[in-house]
Protein backbone atom coordinates (compact mmCIF):
# COMPACT_ATOMS: atom_id res chain seq x y z
CA UNK A 1 0.00 0.00 0.00
CA UNK A 2 1.21 3.51 -1.15
CA UNK A 3 1.58 6.21 1.94
CA UNK A 4 0.66 9.68 0.33
CA UNK A 5 3.24 12.16 1.71
CA UNK A 6 3.63 15.66 0.76
CA UNK A 7 7.46 17.26 -0.55
CA UNK A 8 8.52 19.23 2.73
CA UNK A 9 10.40 22.58 1.37
CA UNK A 10 11.83 25.81 2.56
CA UNK A 11 11.83 28.99 0.96
CA UNK A 12 13.95 32.53 1.85
CA UNK A 13 11.95 35.39 1.54
CA UNK A 14 14.59 38.54 1.35
CA UNK A 15 13.52 42.02 0.51
CA UNK A 16 16.50 44.83 0.65
CA UNK A 17 16.16 48.15 -0.86
CA UNK A 18 12.85 47.52 -2.22
CA UNK A 19 14.34 44.38 -4.10
CA UNK A 20 13.34 40.46 -3.48
CA UNK A 21 16.09 38.01 -3.75
CA UNK A 22 15.04 35.09 -6.32
CA UNK A 23 17.21 32.85 -8.59
CA UNK A 24 17.13 31.77 -11.81
CA UNK A 25 17.23 27.89 -12.04
CA UNK A 26 17.18 25.33 -15.07
CA UNK A 27 14.18 23.45 -14.54
CA UNK A 28 12.61 20.51 -16.78
CA UNK A 29 10.27 23.16 -17.68
CA UNK A 30 13.05 25.39 -18.68
CA UNK A 31 14.65 28.62 -16.72
CA UNK A 32 12.63 29.83 -14.13
CA UNK A 33 12.49 31.98 -11.45
CA UNK A 34 12.03 30.65 -7.61
CA UNK A 35 13.18 31.81 -4.32
CA UNK A 36 16.00 30.64 -2.51
CA UNK A 37 14.27 27.27 -1.91
CA UNK A 38 14.98 23.46 -1.37
CA UNK A 39 13.77 20.37 0.27
CA UNK A 40 14.31 19.94 3.97
CA UNK A 41 17.10 17.40 4.67
CA UNK A 42 16.46 14.33 7.04
CA UNK A 43 17.04 15.60 10.73
CA UNK A 44 17.47 19.58 9.64
CA UNK A 45 15.15 21.94 11.31
CA UNK A 46 12.90 23.94 8.75
CA UNK A 47 14.82 27.15 9.94
CA UNK A 48 18.06 25.56 9.39
CA UNK A 49 17.36 24.57 5.93
CA UNK A 50 16.17 27.60 5.03
CA UNK A 51 19.55 29.30 5.61
CA UNK A 52 20.87 26.58 3.70
CA UNK A 53 19.29 26.46 1.08
CA UNK A 54 19.86 30.33 0.57
CA UNK A 55 23.26 30.42 1.37
CA UNK A 56 23.58 27.33 -1.18
CA UNK A 57 21.35 28.69 -4.11
CA UNK A 58 22.88 32.64 -3.81
CA UNK A 59 26.39 32.94 -1.41
CA UNK A 60 24.25 34.93 0.69
CA UNK A 61 24.16 34.06 4.39
CA UNK A 62 20.11 34.54 5.22
CA UNK A 63 19.02 34.68 8.90
CA UNK A 64 15.37 33.73 9.28
CA UNK A 65 13.71 36.08 11.73
CA UNK A 66 9.63 34.83 11.38
CA UNK A 67 7.54 32.21 9.11
CA UNK A 68 5.71 34.44 5.94
CA UNK A 69 3.61 31.18 5.58
CA UNK A 70 3.00 27.62 4.73
CA UNK A 71 1.62 27.03 1.21
CA UNK A 72 0.60 23.58 0.13
CA UNK A 73 0.85 23.40 -3.89
CA UNK A 74 -0.09 20.39 -5.87
CA UNK A 75 1.79 20.74 -9.16
CA UNK A 76 -0.95 20.76 -12.27
CA UNK A 77 0.47 17.55 -12.99
CA UNK A 78 -0.65 15.88 -9.95
CA UNK A 79 2.50 13.92 -9.70
CA UNK A 80 3.80 16.18 -6.28
CA UNK A 81 1.96 18.49 -3.79
CA UNK A 82 4.53 20.34 -2.23
CA UNK A 83 4.16 21.62 1.40
CA UNK A 84 6.25 25.05 1.17
CA UNK A 85 7.51 26.63 4.57
CA UNK A 86 8.27 30.54 3.70
CA UNK A 87 10.57 32.31 6.00
CA UNK A 88 11.36 36.10 5.86
CA UNK A 89 14.23 37.40 7.69
CA UNK A 90 17.48 39.40 6.80
CA UNK A 91 20.71 38.85 4.81
CA UNK A 92 23.82 38.81 7.12
CA UNK A 93 26.62 38.64 4.24
CA UNK A 94 27.85 37.68 1.26
CA UNK A 95 30.24 35.44 -0.66
CA UNK A 96 30.86 36.14 -4.02
CA UNK A 97 33.15 33.98 -4.65
CA UNK A 98 31.03 30.83 -3.64
CA UNK A 99 30.04 28.42 -5.98
CA UNK A 100 26.06 28.19 -6.21
CA UNK A 101 23.87 24.94 -6.41
CA UNK A 102 24.09 22.95 -9.59
CA UNK A 103 21.35 24.31 -11.98
CA UNK A 104 21.61 27.61 -10.05
CA UNK A 105 21.74 29.97 -12.85
CA UNK A 106 22.18 33.25 -10.82
CA UNK A 107 20.74 35.09 -7.74
CA UNK A 108 18.50 38.31 -8.52
CA UNK A 109 17.09 41.03 -7.18
CA UNK A 110 13.54 42.21 -8.48
CA UNK A 111 11.42 44.89 -7.36
CA UNK A 112 7.84 43.43 -6.77
CA UNK A 113 6.67 44.90 -10.25
CA UNK A 114 9.84 42.57 -11.57
CA UNK A 115 8.73 40.03 -9.82
CA UNK A 116 5.01 40.20 -11.30
CA UNK A 117 5.47 41.08 -14.71
CA UNK A 118 8.01 37.84 -15.04
CA UNK A 119 5.19 35.52 -13.39
CA UNK A 120 5.20 33.21 -16.79
CA UNK A 121 8.62 32.20 -16.12
CA UNK A 122 7.59 31.36 -12.31
CA UNK A 123 8.77 27.87 -11.24
CA UNK A 124 5.20 28.05 -9.33
CA UNK A 125 2.40 30.07 -8.23
CA UNK A 126 3.92 30.45 -4.54
CA UNK A 127 6.99 32.69 -5.48
CA UNK A 128 4.45 35.91 -5.90
CA UNK A 129 2.32 34.82 -3.27
CA UNK A 130 5.18 34.79 -1.04
CA UNK A 131 6.30 38.20 -1.89
CA UNK A 132 2.64 39.64 -1.71
CA UNK A 133 2.08 38.07 1.91
CA UNK A 134 5.66 39.83 2.66
CA UNK A 135 4.67 42.72 1.63
CA UNK A 136 1.13 42.48 3.34
CA UNK A 137 3.03 42.16 6.67
CA UNK A 138 2.36 38.83 7.43
CA UNK A 139 5.15 37.66 9.92
CA UNK A 140 4.48 34.47 12.60
CA UNK A 141 6.90 33.84 15.48
CA UNK A 142 9.85 31.27 14.61
CA UNK A 143 8.50 29.63 17.79
CA UNK A 144 5.11 28.62 16.49
CA UNK A 145 7.22 25.76 15.05
CA UNK A 146 8.57 23.14 17.19
CA UNK A 147 11.60 20.88 16.74
CA UNK A 148 12.89 18.06 18.24
CA UNK A 149 15.99 16.71 17.55
CA UNK A 150 15.94 12.64 16.99
Not at 34 to 44: C, K, S, V
Not at 84 to 102: H, I, K, Y
Request: proline share 5%; aromatic share 10%.
Amino acid sequence: MDIWKPNVTVAAVVERDGRFLLVEEETDAGVRFNQPAGHLDQGESLVTAAAREALEETAHHFVPEFLVGIYQWPRPAGDITYLRFAFGGQVTGFEPERALDSGILRAVWMTLDEVRATRERHRSPLILQCCEDYRAGRRYPLDLIRHYDA
